[in-house]
Protein backbone atom coordinates (compact mmCIF):
# COMPACT_ATOMS: atom_id res chain seq x y z
CA UNK A 1 0.00 0.00 0.00
CA UNK A 2 0.89 3.65 -0.33
CA UNK A 3 -0.13 6.60 1.29
CA UNK A 4 0.32 10.31 0.23
CA UNK A 5 -0.29 13.55 1.90
CA UNK A 6 -0.17 16.83 0.41
CA UNK A 7 0.87 19.80 1.42
CA UNK A 8 1.16 23.62 0.66
CA UNK A 9 -2.23 24.45 0.41
CA UNK A 10 -3.34 27.77 0.97
CA UNK A 11 -4.78 31.77 0.08
CA UNK A 12 -2.84 33.67 -2.42
CA UNK A 13 -3.62 36.61 -4.45
CA UNK A 14 -4.17 36.14 -8.20
CA UNK A 15 -1.04 36.10 -9.70
CA UNK A 16 0.99 34.03 -6.83
CA UNK A 17 2.73 31.55 -6.53
CA UNK A 18 2.25 28.29 -4.24
CA UNK A 19 4.33 24.87 -4.45
CA UNK A 20 2.39 21.78 -3.34
CA UNK A 21 3.93 18.77 -2.30
CA UNK A 22 3.25 15.29 -2.02
CA UNK A 23 4.74 12.35 0.41
CA UNK A 24 4.73 8.95 -0.30
CA UNK A 25 4.95 6.47 2.41
CA UNK A 26 4.88 2.56 2.89
CA UNK A 27 6.86 1.94 -0.48
CA UNK A 28 9.11 3.31 -2.96
CA UNK A 29 6.86 5.13 -6.10
CA UNK A 30 9.83 5.77 -7.73
CA UNK A 31 9.02 4.07 -10.62
CA UNK A 32 5.18 4.81 -10.25
CA UNK A 33 3.34 7.53 -12.35
CA UNK A 34 2.53 10.39 -10.47
CA UNK A 35 -0.48 12.94 -11.32
CA UNK A 36 -2.18 16.04 -9.69
CA UNK A 37 -6.18 16.45 -10.20
CA UNK A 38 -7.99 19.45 -8.94
CA UNK A 39 -11.63 19.61 -7.85
CA UNK A 40 -13.96 22.73 -7.27
CA UNK A 41 -16.85 22.68 -5.56
CA UNK A 42 -19.42 20.83 -7.69
CA UNK A 43 -17.04 19.89 -10.42
CA UNK A 44 -15.32 16.89 -11.69
CA UNK A 45 -11.89 15.84 -10.56
CA UNK A 46 -9.68 17.57 -13.12
CA UNK A 47 -6.18 16.16 -14.49
CA UNK A 48 -3.51 18.42 -13.93
CA UNK A 49 -0.29 17.22 -14.73
CA UNK A 50 1.15 14.10 -13.94
CA UNK A 51 5.51 12.63 -14.21
CA UNK A 52 5.75 9.44 -16.55
CA UNK A 53 6.93 6.70 -14.09
CA UNK A 54 10.57 6.82 -13.40
CA UNK A 55 11.57 8.72 -16.96
CA UNK A 56 10.26 12.09 -16.20
CA UNK A 57 8.51 12.67 -18.91
CA UNK A 58 5.75 15.57 -18.06
CA UNK A 59 2.33 16.04 -19.17
CA UNK A 60 -0.08 19.14 -18.41
CA UNK A 61 -3.67 20.13 -18.71
CA UNK A 62 -3.96 23.01 -21.36
CA UNK A 63 -4.91 25.29 -18.72
CA UNK A 64 -2.16 24.96 -16.42
CA UNK A 65 0.50 24.73 -19.40
CA UNK A 66 3.52 27.42 -19.17
CA UNK A 67 2.35 28.26 -15.57
CA UNK A 68 2.81 24.73 -13.73
CA UNK A 69 5.89 22.51 -13.15
CA UNK A 70 5.43 19.02 -11.66
CA UNK A 71 8.70 17.04 -10.29
CA UNK A 72 10.01 14.73 -8.23
CA UNK A 73 12.76 13.72 -5.75
CA UNK A 74 12.79 10.29 -5.91
CA UNK A 75 15.49 10.30 -2.46
CA UNK A 76 12.92 11.90 -0.61
CA UNK A 77 9.51 10.06 -2.25
CA UNK A 78 7.81 13.00 -3.20
CA UNK A 79 6.41 14.84 -6.04
CA UNK A 80 5.97 18.40 -6.35
CA UNK A 81 3.71 20.92 -8.00
CA UNK A 82 5.26 24.77 -8.55
CA UNK A 83 2.57 26.85 -9.33
CA UNK A 84 2.90 30.40 -10.41
CA UNK A 85 0.58 32.80 -11.98
CA UNK A 86 -2.38 31.95 -10.18
CA UNK A 87 -5.78 32.15 -11.36
CA UNK A 88 -9.38 32.29 -9.49
CA UNK A 89 -9.82 29.57 -11.53
CA UNK A 90 -7.16 27.45 -10.24
CA UNK A 91 -9.28 27.36 -6.84
CA UNK A 92 -9.78 23.86 -6.24
CA UNK A 93 -8.70 21.08 -3.59
CA UNK A 94 -5.74 19.18 -5.33
CA UNK A 95 -4.83 16.00 -4.48
CA UNK A 96 -2.15 13.84 -5.42
CA UNK A 97 -1.95 10.46 -7.25
CA UNK A 98 0.33 7.33 -7.79
CA UNK A 99 -0.31 4.21 -9.90
CA UNK A 100 2.90 1.73 -10.97
CA UNK A 101 1.23 0.89 -14.35
CA UNK A 102 4.09 0.16 -16.98
CA UNK A 103 2.11 0.26 -20.15
CA UNK A 104 1.68 3.32 -22.16
CA UNK A 105 -1.89 5.11 -23.75
CA UNK A 106 -3.62 8.21 -21.52
CA UNK A 107 -4.75 6.82 -18.75
CA UNK A 108 -2.78 9.05 -16.23
CA UNK A 109 -4.88 12.04 -17.37
CA UNK A 110 -8.34 9.70 -16.35
CA UNK A 111 -9.00 9.86 -11.97
CA UNK A 112 -9.85 6.02 -12.59
CA UNK A 113 -6.16 5.16 -13.85
CA UNK A 114 -4.59 6.16 -10.25
CA UNK A 115 -4.65 3.65 -6.84
CA UNK A 116 -3.60 5.53 -4.80
CA UNK A 117 -4.52 8.92 -3.49
CA UNK A 118 -4.36 11.57 -0.64
CA UNK A 119 -6.79 13.59 1.03
CA UNK A 120 -6.00 16.62 -0.57
CA UNK A 121 -5.00 20.07 0.20
CA UNK A 122 -7.02 23.45 -0.48
CA UNK A 123 -5.93 26.18 -2.81
CA UNK A 124 -7.61 29.26 -2.99
CA UNK A 125 -6.95 32.58 -5.19
CA UNK A 126 -8.39 35.75 -4.24
CA UNK A 127 -9.17 38.02 -7.29
Known amino acids: QVQLVESGGGLVQAGGSLRLSCVAS????????MGWFRQAPGKDRDFVAA????????VYADSVKGRFTISRDNAKNTVSLQMNSLKPEDTAVYYC????????????????????WGQGTQVTVSS
Open 51 to 58: IILNGGST
Open 97 to 116: AADPKQYGGTWYRRPSGYAY
Open 26 to 33: GRTVSGYT
